[in-house]
């Protein structure tokens, strides 16, 4: 099983900065895929940003330009760099990668618990 485990949600008043962090452990084998996807209250899942194994990164509309997604091989982790935050950019993040196990033939998806990101006016 892998675990993912999200930090660096808080509190920030609009205009602020903000980075994510989500470390990936467990019995992994290779990740392929990582994404960051957030929901705000009332609204549907989205797609904030992803990124390959190769580090093609694709974003949403709404924050492209503004947030920027990475990621350390080496630590299993991916990040989200937030600039310029945005009060509705408040909602919970999750993190997510398409990894293998060594029980696994194909890349299966595992998601984070969630971070809460706050943005106040």
């Known amino acids: 099983q892998v675990q993912l485990v999200e930090s660096g949600g808080g509190l920030v008043q609009a205009g602020e900065s903000l980075r994510l962090s989500c470390a990936a452990s467990?019995?992994?084998?290779?990740?392929?895929?990582m994404a960051w996807y957030r929901q705000a209250p009332g609204k549907q899942r989205e797609l904030v940003a992803s990124?390959?194994?190769?580090?093609?990164?694709n974003y949403a509309d709404s924050v492209k330009g503004r947030f920027t997604i990475s990621r350390d091989n080496a630590k299993n982790t991916v990040y989200l760099q937030m600039n310029s935050l945005k009060p509705e950019d408040t909602a919970v993040y999750y993190c997510?990668?398409?990894?293998?196990?060594?029980?696994?033939?194909?890349?299966?998806?595992?998601w984070g618990q969630g971070t809460q990101v706050t943005v106040s006016s």
């Open positions: 467990g019995s992994i084998v290779s990740i392929n895929s």
């Open positions: 997510t990668c398409f990894a293998q196990t060594p029980a696994d033939l194909f890349f299966r998806p595992y």
């Open positions: 990124i390959t194994s190769a580090g093609s990164t």
